[in-house]
């Protein structure tokens, strides 16, 4: 078991441009989360995948987000027309739904927007 | 919507003391308690998961309780060691699929 794997760990854009996070969950885990925390804060919350199906969007998630989970298995994020305010360290969890609820995370991605 | 509080923000303790740390939630109506450590720059790290049902769980020096009715837990570190510092995250999974963290408590051993 490998744990949960998030790419890059470190991402400095300029503003306007698009990037694209991974996540890869730890085999087996059906549910996906992406998370965002910026600093002092606890993770909030963005989206959540059960297998390959999209279950819940954050409603303060602007339109530039978008998530994909294609087959269920791998996960990217991608912020469109990046701004300043969404620098900050994006988080990825898994879970096995029908085990004990337990949530690993992934070591973040961190995103400077300059 | 459930909201998770964590007293307080920040400790300093001397190396060797035992220490608490508080979670406290609003909505009794939960799954699961899970308390987390984060490094500087790191993701969470799993420390402890205490179930609806349960009251307490333990791990080496770490023992986490839930009172579920009045919507507290505590983390309870024994003789704290400097590569304790970190800052510790409780959060709290709702009946449906929704975590729910607080903001965290800043832990600093001092050698």
């Known amino acids: 078991d490998t744990g949960v794997s998030q790419d890059p760990r470190h991402k400095i854009t300029k503003r306007g441009q698009n990037v694209t996070f991974r996540c890869d969950p730890i085999s087996e885990h059906n549910r996906l989360y992406w998370y965002r925390q910026t600093l002092g804060q606890g993770p909030e919350f963005l989206t959540y995948f059960q297998n390959e199906a999209q279950l819940e969007k954050s409603r303060l998630l602007s339109d530039r987000f978008s998530a994909e989970r294609p087959k269920g298995s791998f996960s990217t994020l991608e912020i469109q027309r990046t701004e300043q305010g969404d620098s900050a360290m994006y988080l990825c969890?898994?879970?096995?739904?029908?085990?004990?609820?337990?949530?690993?995370f992934g070591e973040g991605s961190r995103l400077t927007v300059l | 919507k459930q909201e998770v509080t964590q007293i307080p923000a920040a400790l300093s303790v001397p190396e060797g003391e035992n220490l608490v740390l508080n979670c406290s939630f609003t909505d009794s109506a939960i799954y699961n308690l899970q308390w987390f450590r984060q490094d500087p720059g790191k993701g969470l790290t799993s420390l402890l998961l205490?179930?609806?049902?349960?009251r307490e769980q333990t791990s080496g020096r770490l023992n986490a309780s839930l009172d579920k009715s009045s919507g507290r837990s505590t983390l309870y570190i024994a003789a704290s060691q400097p590569g304790d510092s970190a800052t510790y995250l409780c959060?709290?999974?709702?009946?449906?699929?929704?975590?729910?963290f607080g903001t965290g408590t800043s832990l600093t051993v001092i050698p």
């Open positions: 959060a709290v999974r709702d009946t449906g699929n929704q975590f729910y």
């Open positions: 969890a898994s879970m096995y739904s029908g085990g004990l609820g337990e949530l690993f």
């Open positions: 205490i179930q609806s049902s349960q």
